[in-house]
């Protein structure tokens, strides 16, 4: 499985972003997608999740009504467009393939991340 993120960038509070993750290498039909974000010394975190129909199961109270989770199952990518950003947004995003959580529909992580792209707000 190799995941390479992709648009991250400076901007300001309030601005918008979107980030991508080319997926390849999956043979898991029931595999779903999540972001993650780390910001420094603290620990990663679960922001959006979406599975194999392209519905979003899972938003982060934090960022929930400003991003949004999508997917092209023909181009093999899944994005995450970030509007109204706010500088505790600041962090490196990564994507992740793994499995739905059933109650909290999160994607539980199955170990593949990409390197990850940075995303810094002032």
């Known amino acids: 499985v190799q995941l390479v993120e992709s648009g991250g960038g400076s901007v300001q509070a309030g601005g918008s972003l979107r980030i991508s993750c080319v997926a390849s290498?999956?043979?898991?039909?029931?595999?779903?997608m999540g972001w993650f974000r780390q910001a420094p010394g603290k620990a990663r975190e679960g922001v959006a999740a979406i599975n194999t129909t392209g519905v979003a199961t899972y938003y982060s109270g934090s960022v929930k009504g400003r991003f949004t989770i999508s997917q092209d199952t023909a181009k093999n990518t899944v994005y995450l467009q970030m509007n109204n950003l706010k500088p505790k947004d600041t962090a490196m995003y990564y994507c992740?393939?793994?499995?739905?959580?059933?109650?909290?529909?999160?994607?539980?992580?199955?170990?593949?991340w990409g390197q990850g792209t940075q995303v810094t707000v002032s």
């Open positions: 992740a393939t793994g499995h739905t959580h059933p109650i909290a529909g999160t994607c539980v992580p199955s170990g593949d």
């Open positions: 290498g999956i043979t898991d039909k029931s595999a779903c």
